[in-house]
């Protein structure tokens, strides 16, 4: 059975940074391509970072410079670090196993102002 945990998530002030992680079990990690995807309050849940199983990475234009995806193939693991972190940042992050409907439950994250 998938199954992925997100943790990491808290509340920062603006220009903090935190590090989400996704464990996952259940899936052949290394070959799956994970992502990570934030929904706002009001909002459609939306991209944020993508990483292959190869290690190529893809990013929303709205956290490029700001925003780092990694993997970590031994713990079965995929991280978000996440860097000068804006008000806007502030949603529900979701990790998932891509092109499925495999999610997380999320893991809040409060930027404030």
């Known amino acids: 059975q998938v199954k992925l945990v997100e943790s990491g998530g808290g509340l920062v002030q603006a220009g903090g940074s935190l590090r989400l992680s996704c464990a996952a079990s259940?899936?052949?990690?290394?070959?799956?391509?994970m992502g990570w995807y934030r929904q706002a309050p009001g909002k459609q849940r939306e991209l944020v970072a993508t990483?292959?199983?190869?290690?190529?990475?893809n990013y929303a234009d709205s956290v490029k410079g700001r925003f780092d995806i990694s993997r970590d193939y031994a713990k079965n693991t995929v991280f978000l670090q996440m860097n000068s972190l804006k008000p806007e940042d502030t949603a529900v992050y979701y990790c998932?196993?891509?092109?499925?409907?495999?999610w997380g439950q999320g893991t809040q994250v409060t930027v404030s102002s």
């Open positions: 998932r196993l891509a092109a499925t409907n495999f």
């Open positions: 259940g899936i052949i990690f290394s070959i799956n391509t």
């Open positions: 990483i292959s199983s190869g290690g190529t990475t």
